[in-house]
């Protein structure tokens, strides 16, 4: 039986992958001003997207709390028959914050 790759190397891989991609850019569509959960979840999917086109693939953006000047959210893996895993699970691949200047950060 082939073995699968470490999951422990893979969340560094995502880790260095993310730290590049932390600040949104002055040319998104987004507005630059974040006033709401929404528009944060929104400026975190364009910055994922921006760096990886398929960096939401069985991963979801989930809000975890208001930050006084912002939002945290977790990225959480995907477990289904599509993705794999156990479906009774929901590991956390990294946590982010939005703040209400459209900055994304890890």
Known sequence: MP???SFGIAIVGLGLAVASLVHASPNSALPMTVTDA????G????ALLRRDS???D??????E????DGWLF????VHDARCGGDPDTST????????AAGEVSV
Do not use: K, M, N
Not at 65 to 68: I, L, S, V
């Open 54 to 56: 398929d960096a939401l």
């Open 58 to 63: 069985c991963l979801a953006v989930l809000r």
């Open 92 to 99: 956390v691949r990294a946590r982010y914050r939005v703040s």
């Open 3 to 5: 073995r699968r790759p």
């Open 43 to 46: 400026r975190l999917q364009d």
């Open 38 to 41: 929404g528009t944060a979840i």
């Open 74 to 77: 977790a990225l959480h893996e």
């Open 65 to 68: 709390d208001d930050a006084g």
